[in-house]
């Protein structure tokens, strides 16, 4: 099965691309890192009979099926169309049904604005329906999300599921009908039928409902907004008490757009009648569990003195929590169902090559496990394990183009701050080199509020197979590494963020792993930004800047969110005084000596192509060296083969060019 499977992923992967025939290494390389995931998403029916596919596909994406009892041949049944319309998930509601959340992109007066819509599809791809309610004024349509599905049980009775829904008060013209229920409500949903019926009435209020995955809904947030409509930065938890409908209040939290304080819920276990969410733990973030029968009596489940314990993982149709998750050197599983536990322990026995283990899905029994399994130096590919037979069988490779293609080992390293503190990061060095006297790249991650973790990474694997040693520094400011490491985040507390990815640097050239003179400097987002404000702390250390989606004035960033409700947190998360400026890029241009290159997608949502404009021209004005390459109708992620193709090819190149190679 899994050569017929491979084969039709194969055909289908083929008509995503329209790029011409390419000769040179470098550039087939860059084909091979640029491509898309071969599979997208992934999905195991209620019975287990069956797969759900998401592949990539010319223009847009591709949801097939595979009859895993029959002929296992992929079987193409809904498609997504260019890049303002795509698959954010599909799964099976039944053995017959899959539901798809899609999202959309649509124009506005005040730039791009995405919404998502939720619709169903039958295995033979009939049907085709969508299950979001409309608004009867398209702006208002347009404006709203189209509702999360909270639980795949309602009532009891399969084909039925729990989905929020946001009404908005309507007039019709010209009667005196008119609506003025306002808020986020739940519904329980009749898949076959479409019939809807009122769980939860709409709370103008409401931002939040957790379920119990067997259809009743036990937590709801309330995010209280001022006279402007922005957010107050407060959540307020109400919960039931099992068999009640009564509400009463649970918890507050906190955020003033840097910091979160409060226990924050995720999901419930009726079984145990227990909310697990996280919450701080001596200045570092850890699972607890509250009982939800008034006493609020509150429990560690797991904390760690080093690291955050920050994921939590849940299984099968209710979705229940059987373990968490958290990153040292490498993501770690702690599970708290026995039978999952030792099935983890003789899974990483029987792929040792793999260590980064995922359960992906279930049968509605838990018979068979849908999993994923990778590493550094392999992408990942799927498996199907069924609990019965002890039968392991392997599905399909996450990424199959680069079937054979050799990786670089990551390793993880520390290094001194200026200061002495000591920084934690990622190495990766071209297969089979020595380690020494090579090209080398500093490649700081997103977010700020993030951190980069030990495993595939396309990007520094490119750059790994071109003959660069690439280096990601866990700056502070990354997420992961506890309260204090956060700082104040990476842009109030810039310099020393950008200082730790300069130490990067330069600790790479007195371990010899750079040659002198050989080094530059590749970011996406924040790192986009951090790439440019390391030439102006030290415009000398790097040789070579790319900055791809990046924020490059801290001014211009608070304005993008003036229409938004995060506006007072955005606000208060960039902060007020001489930061903004010495801080922003764009204002420092004159500083930079070394040539930059800039991507952007012009209908990036996260950050706007007005800051790569503004950067490009702040650096022409100033004399320098700048190049900026627009892509068109793509967003913050360029998640499209020919885009990313173009990326790498083009930076590889420019990177060659100023370090002279």
């Known amino acids: 099965m899994k050569r017929s499977l491979w084969r039709a992923i194969a055909g289908l992967a083929a008509l995503a691309s329209s790029l011409p025939a390419l000769a040179a290494d470098a550039e087939l390389l860059a084909r091979k890192f640029g491509a898309r995931e071969s599979v997208q998403q992934i999905s195991l029916s209620p019975d287990g009979s069956k797969l759900g596919i998401i592949v990539p596909s010319a223009g847009g994406e591709r949801l097939a099926v595979v009859d895993l009892a029959g002929n296992p041949m992929l079987k193409p049944i809904l498609t997504t169309s260019g890049p303002n319309e795509q698959f954010d998930y599909c799964r099976w509601a039944t053995d017959a049904m899959l539901l798809c959340g899609i999202r959309y992109r649509e124009d506005t007066a005040t730039g791009p604005l995405s919404f998502s819509r939720l619709v169903k599809v039958m295995a033979d791809g009939s049907g085709v329906e969508q299950l979001s309610q409309e608004n009867s004024t398209r702006a208002l349509y347009v404006m709203q999300n189209g509702g999360s599905l909270i639980d795949w049980i309602a009532d009891g009775k399969p084909g039925r599921v729990l989905m929020t829904r946001q009404f908005v008060p309507e007039t019709s013209i010209g009667t005196h009908l008119s609506s003025d229920r306002e808020g986020m409500a739940v519904e329980a949903v009749d898949l076959a039928t479409k019939k809807r019926s009122l769980v939860e009435f709409p709370n103008k209020g409401a931002s939040e409902y957790i379920s119990d995955g067997k259809g009743v809904v036990r937590v709801m947030g309330l995010t209280p907004t001022d006279g402007s409509g922005y957010s107050r930065g407060v959540v307020n938890y109400l919960f039931r008490r099992s068999g009640s409908r009564d509400w009463e209040k649970f918890g507050q939290l906190l955020t003033d757009g840097q910091t979160v304080t409060g226990f924050n819920p995720y999901a419930v276990d009726s079984s145990q009648n227990v909310v697990y969410g996280f919450d701080d733990a001596g200045g570092f973030q850890a699972l607890y569990s509250v009982a939800l029968d008034g006493s609020a009596a509150k429990q ?328 900026l390459v627009e892509f068109k109708q793509l967003d913050h992620q360029l998640d499209d083969p020919e885009a990313r193709t173009t990326l790498l090819m083009r930076s590889d190149a420019f990177i060659r060019r100023a370090l002279g190679l």
């Open 300 to 627: 560690v489940v797991l904390a760690r003195s080093d690291v955050d314990v920050d994921g939590l993982i849940r299984i099968g149709r209710s979705r229940r929590v059987v373990g968490a998750s958290y990153a040292t050197e490498r993501r770690e599983s702690e599970f708290f169902d026995p039978e999952l536990k030792r099935l983890r322990s003789s899974l990483g026995k029987a792929l040792p090559g793999k260590p980064l283990i995922e359960f992906v899905d279930s049968t509605a029994d838990e018979s068979k496990l849908l999993l994923f399994a990778g590493s550094d130096t392999h992408p990942g590919t799927f498996y199907l394990f069924d609990k019965a037979s002890k039968q392991l069988e392997e599905l399909l490779p996450l990424r199959s183009e680069l079937t054979g293609v050799a990786l670089g080992e990551m390793k993880a390293i520390t290094f001194p701050a200026s200061d002495g503190t000591v920084i934690p990061g990622y190495l990766t060095l071209p297969p089979g080199s020595t380690g020494k006297g090579l090209p080398a790249i500093v490649m700081p991650h997103g977010g700020p509020s993030a951190r980069d973790e030990w495993g595939f990474d396309w990007l520094a694997q490119f750059y790994a197979a071109r003959g660069f040693a690439v280096l990601q520094p866990n700056f502070r400011g990354s997420a992961g590494y506890g309260s204090k490491w956060f700082e104040k985040n990476g842009f109030q507390s810039w310099k020393i963020a950008v200082g730790d990815v300069n130490a990067a640097g330069r600790w790479l050239e007195a371990q010899g792993i750079a040659a002198p003179g050989k080094l530059a400097i590749v970011g996406w987002s924040y790192g986009g930004y951090a790439a440019h404000q390391s030439a102006v702390l030290d415009p000398n250390l790097f040789k070579a800047i790319v900055a791809v989606a990046p924020v490059t004035d801290l001014a211009t960033l608070r304005q993008e969110h003036l229409n938004w409700t995060d506006f007072h947190l955005v606000d208060h998360f960039i902060g007020n005084g001489p930061h903004v400026h010495e801080g922003s890029p764009a204002q420092n241009a004159a500083s930079i000596t070394a040539p930059v290159l800039l991507f952007h997608g012009d209908k990036d949502v996260n950050v706007g192509i007005g800051e790569s404009r503004l950067m490009a021209s702040k650096l022409k004005s100033a004399g320098k060296s700048v190049e």
